[in-house]
């Protein structure tokens, strides 16, 4: 049974509002793009609303659960846990969610598809909040691979174009690929803690980090967050993703996806961090993304690239924070989530209104916008100056925190290394942070703006507005974000937080006069950045998206040449790898083993099998050589199947020896047929060298099945074998004295009901298969066939009539012997039925298809789906009885004046077996003449060519089809 | 003697009889019947695994003849499984073979649907080695049909190559059977079980060979490298709901290994033990490898599928071959997913391939689709599924993969191979997701300019309903199976539970001696 807190109760509808709100817009955009808004907004208000709702609880330092049983067996479960972290991120997940689509709602044009749009975000929205409700790692697993799904979707929203496209795939690679390596460090922490529960596995930080197994788990878990927080070196999607709307851009990357990768180092902080390990790997690569990043973002003229790097290097900076490991450290980056949230979200949109309303992000293109678009101005001048860390802005009380940690921070025994570069990070940071403003707004106002730019409506600007309107505030008043940032904080580092206020003026600091030199060292830079941009495009630097273009192309490519040189289509080559394959398996088997003494002596050789065993050599040898010629192949095959014949009646098989020879007749006669329509030879296709492999091949696998058979023979059975019981019960049990016949039709029927199917199904594919034929290009190709060698002059000689006539009821009545006495004498259905058929075949030999047929009043459909059917009907019989399906009865009937006889339910199934075995032969029969009815051979009317009893005048014996149906 | 144990095979047989003995003329006929027996047929197997759930192990002894001597079905918790599986499978692709008119592109499809369909459930079902062999020939044949249903050069020649491939797995299956019939004198399987077990360890090199060459054949049917060359042109050749089906046709070759490897040669029978799990192992992490590859170089949607198919295998394979009881969980729950998604992906990529025209499936641009969203979306939700990401099945299926093999040796192989193929199939699917459904050519030049509605009726029709019900229907089965996880693995794990007590098997088949 599930159990549920139920203060927490609230927490899987927050997770799931999104999720099944999604379905809305999709449909709801048929009313309009309003009423789609408004169906949007919807169910992220109402998750907000109980988030809110559920706020005063944990703000008390409460930890709001909910779990409820998936798949116990794996610890799956979907828990959901609510404390200061969760909350802060939901918030920020739903909140900013909230502006967002009421941005987006004045963003698309007409022509994008609003309601997929909002279904996207809908469900990307709904993948992070559970990401940041998740109790359990694996539930969080499976929301993390969400994120990357959905953005996938939101990335690629402009299908048509090609960057969209790009972007979209990169993103999806380099989070997916960190999703991985995150489920493999998931699974082995989970191992460690012996539970996938964040609440478990948060109380364990000793055992994980004296198991062995702590730097494999740690690197593979930052593998996850680095790559959705597109670290260093794996940042270069981020910049790419920008493809997208700016809407996605502006919630991507302010608020959710980025900074997934910090949610998930914060969360794991308690039992991760602290260690020499944690903290050169988070660190450092925080602190060297951050510097990169920033410089990087100095130099792109495109306003969204601009601020993509940007977002890069703050996400290096909180990354770093996170990496000090200490107490205050964390405060810190959890202040600057915050900040970075409100402002950089602000700063996005801006970036779309300049783009919406000058049809340009090149600020090469741009500047001077300030008077044309004052609000635009205004809102994007207090985010850039936040995010510069000026202060009265919240960036700066967060800056200030960040330069004081790092000022003392020791890296590999160095006071200075971590305060230099924090700095020059904060300096490249103040330089584009100050040139996104002077570039853009400031400077004259040109005349070539793609369109005249303009201020947007309200709709647009309201939620940027609302944002820094929040920057200021908490610029100015820190008290205001305090018991959040304290809450928050509390259940990063685990509780016992140090005493500290979030305060503007913290005294003549060294992080102060940091922060002057970032201000007068950025501004500087600004002044000179017509001659560093001039040598920055002059330096060669590596373009990690050529490089990742590259990698797949060439991946794909590998990846297609491989496979179709493996799977390239030769048969010949497959079967030799079975053979080895086989050969390989069956000789380590082997040698792995051991044997006793052969228990049985080896019989000495008599005359009469080894004449046997010289002809089946020679003829064998003979096929080989002689195999294009494919008549004389099918002559040497009717040598070795006569002689394999012979030799199941020297071992006293004679109903093997029977159905052998009757099967090798039907087939030999088939085969021949089916040889007209093919060149008289094979043509040789493959090289000595080919040839040569082939036969190293095929010998070895001969001499392998000799020596396995020798092995066979020279042992007896293990215990006795179970044809024992058949021998004692066949006539007790089965009713026949040929226990042959009784295992097939009784003791094993059901065998035998499955290869009368084997074989009815058979007939069915032939004919299916020949209608295919000649319905596609085989047919016009048959249709255009002119048989190549001379033809029979006389096609249906008068002797061989007469002969087959005369043999006919012959035939029929050694049928019927067959099938009767089968029961206790060699024969029986099978065998029977391939008698009749052989009988039937010599008429049509004879006469023709078409004479014969319509000589005959069944379709052999019905015959085969008769037999089958009878075969299926007896077996189902013994149900009436009480008893399995195939059961047999026995008894014994006189009928005056005969004298008693025997009868059995086998024998109707027997009967079963022959008509499927006749109608099956037949319909294969029918199928060959049909194809060679469409190359043009003509349908006779008489039984012979030549007659003499006939008049001259109708002495002509083949008409168009007059005789056929 | 519960007599529904035989309905699953005897059912489709009969009615495959009557379809062509009596409406092979009439396919309005054939449809209603076929379908309506696939729906008895789901009925009946919910039926029987209901049965088999409490634990009862079924014994049907045909002929009424008693183990060994006779031949039996035997319906325990894994063939339940397994027939349940396939009759659903069955239904949701015959409908849509129906509805997208696959099924009058040539003769007799409904008729060998049902041989097909008899051939797969009498191979679940019995309990004696030789008539699997039987079942196995009825399902070959079968399948060689229907992959050939509707001609064209390209498929027979695949055909060609299927069925030769095959008949020599046959030949194989001979003399695996000949083999251990020499050594034990038997070929009912729980009576193979118990002869097996007394035989001496130092005579144990026949039995040995006996044991890998059946090995062989099963694996020939289950894909597993180097012995998969028959599948890639099969599947991408084949009709789509043919390939939908032969989803699980790869799964009798898992089923076939797991049912001989745990009752006849199980883990704790010294002369097998050392050799069977580990080569199973090596082989499947290859398979698995060359299939997401296969993925990844992928020109056509349709060999992307088939290879698609042979990954998932190897994962399934990977699963298969600890035997152990959790393992066997993990590739059991990952054989319902492979089997449903497998499907689900044939489906679609033939949804697509049907509406894109000239293109067909090749990963090429083309003139947008008529319900290029619901495709797309359908597509996605494929692809998702196959690739193992969430919130489908397949993720689940990898994790309960990934958590199973944890204890074995060279578990950072496996965890490697398996990450790493699924980033690489990911990749191979957004590549052919974004080719197929967003970079659309433009409408070809010279189609005149109409009215909207009418130049959408005229470059892409509707696909109709019935295949996109059907494959829809699919897709709820594969995130039925993620929401279910949690029962669905219990029932898995009393499954894995009968498996690792063979002596019930044992005891049921052929009593007390």
Redesign the interface.
Same mark, same amino acid.
């Not at chain 1, 009784?746 to 065998?751: A, E, K, L, N, S």
């Not at chain 1, 085969?864 to 059917?869: A, D, N, R, S, T």
């Not at chain 1, 009480?882 to 047999?888: D, H, I, K, V, Y």
């Given at each position: 049974m599930p159990t549920m807190e139920t203060a927490g109760s609230f927490l899987p509808i927050i997770a799931a509002l999104p999720f099944l709100g999604a379905l809305l817009p999709g449909l709801m955009i048929q009313a309009g793009r309003n009423t789609c808004t408004a169906f949007t907004l919807a169910p992220t208000v109402l998750a907000l609303l109980l988030l809110l709702i559920s706020a005063p609880a944990v703000m008390r330092g409460e930890v709001l659960l909910f779990r409820l049983?998936?798949?116990?067996?794996?610890g799956?479960n979907v828990t959901f846990m609510l404390d200061g972290l969760g909350l802060l991120f939901a918030g920020l997940i739903l909140g900013i969610g909230v502006l967002i689509i009421l941005y987006a709602r004045f963003y698309l044009s007409r022509e994008d598809p609003m309601g997929?749009f909002f279904t996207y975000l809908l469900l990307f929205q709904g993948a992070m909040v559970g990401i940041v409700l998740s109790d359990n790692v694996?539930l969080l697993?499976?929301?993390w691979?969400?994120t990357?799904?959905s953005s996938? $979707?939101l990335i +690629?929203y402009w299908?048509?174009l090609?960057e969209g496209?790009q972007g979209?795939?990169m993103a999806?690679?380099v989070t997916? $690929?960190g999703g991985?390596?995150m489920?493999?460090g998931m699974?082995i922490l989970g191992?460690v803690v012996g539970s996938y529960d964040l609440s478990v596995i948060l109380t364990q930080k000793e055992a994980i980090q004296a198991s062995p197994m702590y730097l494999p788990a740690l690197i593979l878990i930052l593998g996850g967050a680095f790559t959705k927080s597109a670290q260093f070196p794996f940042h270069f999607w981020l910049p790419h993703a920008m493809a997208a709307p700016t809407p996605v851009s502006a919630y991507l990357h302010s608020a959710t996806m980025v900074k997934a990768g910090l949610f998930l180092m914060a969360r794991m902080w308690p039992v991760l961090a602290g260690t020499p390990e944690w903290f050169y790997l988070v660190a450092t690569t925080g602190l060297v993304t951050m510097v990169i990043a920033a410089k990087i973002a100095l130099y792109k003229d495109d306003l969204k690239a601009l601020l993509a790097f940007s977002t890069v290097s703050h996400l290096g900076l909180i990354t770093m924070l996170l990496g000090f490991g200490t107490k205050m450290a964390a405060v810190a980056a959890v202040f600057h989530i915050i900040n970075h949230a409100t402002f950089k979200a602000a700063l996005f949109m801006t970036a779309g209104i300049v783009d919406h309303a000058a049809h340009a992000r090149d600020i090469k293109r741009l500047g001077g916008l300030r008077r044309l678009m004052p609000v635009t101005f205004a809102i994007a001048t207090v985010g850039a100056l936040s995010m510069a860390g000026i202060p009265l802005l919240n960036g700066f009380l967060s800056k200030e925190m960040m330069l004081e940690e790092a000022a003392h921070t020791v890296w590999a025994h160095s006071h200075w290394v971590v305060p230099v570069l924090a700095t020059l990070g904060a300096v490249f940071s103040v330089a584009y942070s100050f040139r996104y403003i002077v570039h853009v707004f400031l400077g004259p106002e040109r005349t070539d703006y793609p369109s005249k730019p303009h201020d947007p409506e309200f709709g647009m600007w309201a939620a940027p507005g609302f944002l820094v309107v929040l920057v200021v505030a908490i610029g100015v008043a820190p008290v205001l974000a305090e018991p959040l940032v304290k809450a928050t904080a509390a259940s990063v580092t685990g509780g016992g937080l140090p005493d500290f206020h979030l305060k503007i003026w913290h005294g003549v600091t060294p992080a102060l006069y940091m922060s002057a030199v970032a201000v007068a060292g950025g501004a500087l830079l600004l002044a000179f950045h017509a001659p560093l941009m001039r040598l920055w495009l002059a330096t060669p630097r590596p373009e990690a998206k050529t490089m990742f273009d590259a990698v797949?192309r060439a991946?794909?490519?590998? +990846?297609?040449?491989?496979?179709?040189s493996?799977?390239d289509?030769a048969?010949s080559r497959?079967?030799g790898?079975?053979t080895v394959?086989?050969l390989g398996?069956?000789v380590?088997?082997?040698?792995?083993?051991?044997? $006793?003494p052969a228990t049985r002596a080896p019989l000495p050789v008599a005359l009469l099998p080894a004449v046997g065993w010289v002809l089946l050599m020679v003829a064998t040898f003979a096929l080989v050589a002689f195999h294009r010629n494919r008549l004389m192949a099918l002559v040497l095959m009717g040598i070795v199947g006569l002689i394999v014949s012979l030799g199941f009646i020297y071992l006293s098989a004679p109903d093997l020896a029977l159905t052998q020879i009757s099967v090798e007749v039907v087939t030999i006669v088939l085969m021949l047929l089916a040889l007209n329509f093919l060149p008289h030879r094979t043509p040789a296709e493959s090289g000595p060298a080919k040839r040569f492999r082939d036969a190293v091949v095929s010998i070895a696998g001969g001499v392998a099945?000799a020596g396995?058979t020798y092995?066979?023979l020279l042992?007896d059975?293990?215990?006795?074998?179970?044809?024992a019981?058949?021998l004692d019960?066949s006539y007790k049990?089965g009713g026949g004295t040929n226990v042959v016949n009784v295992i097939l039709v009784?003791?094993?029927?059901?065998?035998t009901?499955?290869?009368i199917?084997?074989l009815?199904?058979?007939a069915?594919?032939i004919?299916?298969?020949t209608?295919?034929?000649l319905?596609?290009?085989g047919g016009r190709w048959l249709t255009s066939w002119d048989p190549v060698g001379d033809e029979a002059g006389d096609r249906h000689p008068l002797m061989m009539v007469v002969a087959t006539r005369v043999m006919m009821p012959i035939a029929l009545m050694v049928g019927v012997y067959i099938f009767l006495r089968g029961h206790n004498d060699p024969g029986g259905g099978f065998i029977a039925g391939l008698i009749v058929a052989i009988a039937f075949l010599m008429q049509y030999m004879a006469s023709g298809f078409a004479w014969a047929e319509s000589r005959q009043r069944v379709t052999y459909?019905?015959t085969?789906?008769?037999?089958?059917?009878i075969a299926?009907?007896t077996?189902?019989g013994?149900?009436f009885a009480?008893?399995?399906?195939?059961?047999?009865d026995y008894g014994y009937i006189t009928i005056p004046p005969l004298e008693k006889f025997e009868w059995a339910t086998a024998m109707a199934f027997d009967t079963g077996v022959f008509l499927t075995v006749v109608g099956a032969v037949m319909l294969a029969l029918n199928s060959l003449s049909s194809m060679a009815r469409r190359t043009g051979e003509t349908v006779n009317i008489f039984p012979m060519d030549i007659n003499p009893a006939r008049s001259d005048d109708d002495d002509d014996g083949e008409g168009e089809g007059e005789g056929g149906r | 003697?519960n %007599?529904w144990v035989?309905v699953p095979i005897?059912l489709p047989?009969?009615m495959?009889? &009557?379809?062509?003995?009596?409406m092979?003329h009439h396919p309005t006929l054939e449809r209603v019947f076929s379908v309506a027996t696939c729906a008895v047929l789901v009925a009946v197997c919910t039926g029987l695994m209901a049965l088999a759930a409490s634990g009862t192990i079924d014994v049907?002894?045909? @002929?009424?003849?008693p183990a060994?001597?006779? &031949?039996v079905l035997v319906l325990d918790r894994l063939s339940a499984l397994m027939i349940v599986l396939t009759a659903v499978l069955a239904l949701a692709v015959l409908l849509y073979a129906i509805g997208s008119g696959w099924d009058q592109r @040539?003769? %007799?499809f409904h008729?060998?649907f049902q041989?097909q369909l008899?051939?797969i459930f009498?191979a679940f079902l019995t309990g004696d080695a030789?008539?699997l062999f039987?079942?196995f020939?009825?399902l070959l044949?079968?399948s060689?049909?229907l992959m &050939? %249903?509707?001609? /064209?050069?390209r498929r027979?020649?695949a055909g060609?190559?299927y069925v030769?491939?095959n008949l020599?797995g046959s030949t194989?299956f001979l003399?695996a059977l000949?083999?251990l019939?020499?050594?034990? /004198?038997?070929?009912?399987m729980a009576?193979l079980a118990e002869?097996i077990s007394?035989?001496?360890?130092?005579?144990?090199?026949?039995?040995?060979?006996g044991?890998?060459?059946l090995?062989?054949v099963f694996a020939?049917k289950a894909a597993l490298l180097?012995?998969h060359?028959?599948l890639?042109?099969t599947y991408a050749e084949a009709p789509a709901p043919v390939a939908a089906l032969f989803a699980v046709m790869t799964k009798v070759g898992a089923y076939a290994i797991l049912r001989m490897y745990t009752l006849v040669f199980g883990p704790e029978l010294g002369?097998t033990s050392?050799?069977i799990g580990p080569?199973i192992m090596g082989a499947a992490l290859v398979t698995l490898a060359?299939g997401m590859? @296969?993925i990844? @170089?992928?020109?056509r949607l349709g060999r992307l599928a088939a290879?698609a198919a042979i990954g998932s295998m190897g994962t399934l394979l990977i699963g298969l071959s600890v035997f152990t009881h959790q393992s066997t969980?993990a590739a059991l729950y990952y054989t319902i997913h492979s089997s449903l998604a497998g499907a689900l992906l044939f489906l679609v990529v033939d949804l697509v391939r049907e509406q894109r025209g000239t293109a067909g499936d090749l990963q090429e641009p083309a003139p947008p689709m008529a319900q290029q969203?619901l495709l797309a979306a359908l597509f996605?939700g494929a692809a998702?599924a196959v690739a193992g990401?969430?919130?489908l099945s397949g993720?689940?299926g990898k994790?309960?993969v990934?958590?199973a093999v944890?204890e074995t040796t060279h578990v950072w192989v496996i965890?490697?191979t398996i990450?790493?193929t699924?980033?690489?199939a990911?990749?191979?699917f957004?590549?052919a997701g974004?080719v197929v459904?967003?970079?659309?050519a433009p409408e070809p030049e010279d189609t005149p300019v109409l009215e909207d509605a009418a130049a959408e009726a005229v470059t892409a029709p509707q696909p109709p309903v019935l295949p996109v019900v059907a494959t829809f229907g699919l897709l709820f089965t594969v995130v039925a199976l993620s929401v279910l996880? /949690?029962p669905v693995?219990?029932y898995l794990?009393a499954t894995a539970d009968q498996l690792y007590a063979p002596e019930g098997y044992i005891m049921a088949v052929i009593g007390q001696r």
């Open positions: 049983d998936w798949l116990p067996a794996l799956l997929q694996l697993l499976i929301f691979e969400l990357s799904l996938f $979707l +690629g299908k048509h090609p496209r979209a795939r999806l690679v997916g $690929l991985l390596s489920i493999a699974l191992n797949t991946a794909t490519l590998a +990846g297609r040449g491989f496979t179709d493996l799977h289509g048969l497959y079967a790898i079975f394959t086989v398996a069956g380590f088997a082997w040698t792995g083993g051991a044997s $006793l099945v396995l092995a066979i042992r059975f293990a215990a006795e074998s179970i044809s019981f058949h019960k049990g009784d003791f094993r029927g059901f065998d009901f499955g290869e199917i084997v009815g199904i058979a069915l594919v004919f299916a298969l209608d295919a034929v319905r596609g290009p459909h019905v085969i789906g008769f037999g089958v059917l299926s009907l077996g189902i013994a149900w009480g008893r399995p399906f195939l059961t047999s | 003697m %007599h035989i005897v047989a009969t495959a009889a &009557i379809l062509v003995l009596s092979r049907y002894e045909l @002929g009424n003849w060994p001597f006779g &031949i @040539g003769r %007799h008729a060998l041989f008899m051939g009498g030789f008539n039987v079942f020939e009825v044949i079968a060689y049909g &050939i %249903h509707g001609g /064209g050069r027979l020649r060609v190559q030769v491939y020599l194989l003399f000949g083999t019939y020499a050594v034990t /004198g038997t070929l009912n009576d002869r007394a035989i001496p360890a130092d005579d144990s090199a026949l039995l040995r060979v044991a890998i060459l090995l062989l020939i180097p012995l060359f028959w890639p042109e002369a050392d050799m080569l060359v590859v @296969g990844l @170089g992928a020109r290879f969980v969203g996605f998702i990401m969430p919130p993720f689940v994790l309960l990934l958590d944890r965890w490697s990450l790493v699924s980033l690489v990911m990749l191979g957004a590549q974004s459904f967003w970079k659309t996880a /949690g693995t219990g794990e």
